[in-house]
């Protein structure tokens, strides 16, 4: 018996699979308990107009992080972070990717999630960095951040 996984089910498929498997664990557990479907044909054309639709979602996602990126990467995008400092230069604490996003949305109205930035480690000096933000499994971007001293 063909039937439609609507869940991942160890050693036989992942969720949205159509898999072929006896008619009694077909009726008696996958359908029984909720996970698996018969594969007629209605079935087969709704499963094929959600991947469609899913395709579809993911394409727009890749192009949004796409267009996010270009603006990240403007040459006049750099994020500038006033931070407390000692005599020496040196920066009472870290700057976190907490800051680094709040300062972005602040600054140019940029709104990036503070786990998409990938800090090797926090920042913890002045100057200049290159932080890498991963927008999409396929597009990473660079903040150029520029950590300024506010003490006088």
């Given amino acids: 018996m063909k039937v439609i996984l609507l869940e991942d089910v160890r050693k036989k498929g ?5 898999i072929e498997v006896s008619d009694g664990y077909a009726n008696n557990y996958l359908i029984k308990n909720g996970l698996a479907k018969t594969a ?26 796409k267009i996010l990126k270009q603006k990240i990467e403007d ?23 907490k800051q ?14 503070k786990r998409k930035i990938d800090l090797e480690n926090n920042l913890s000096a002045l100057g200049f960095y290159n932080v890498e933000v991963k927008l999409h499994p396929e597009v990473v971007a660079n903040i150029r951040v520029k950590v300024e001293s506010n003490s006088k």
């Fill in 40 to 65: 007629d044909s209605g079935a087969i054309s709704e499963l094929k107009a959600h991947n469609k639709a899913k395709e579809r979602m993911e394409a727009e996602q890749l192009e949004e992080a």
């Fill in 75 to 97: 040459e006049g995008t750099i994020v500038t972070i006033q931070a407390k400092t000692g005599e020496d230069g040196r920066l009472f604490g870290t700057i976190p990717s």
């Fill in 14 to 18: 992942k969720k949205g699979q159509i």
């Fill in 100 to 113: 680094i996003a709040e300062e972005l949305n602040k600054q140019y109205k940029i709104s990036v999630d």
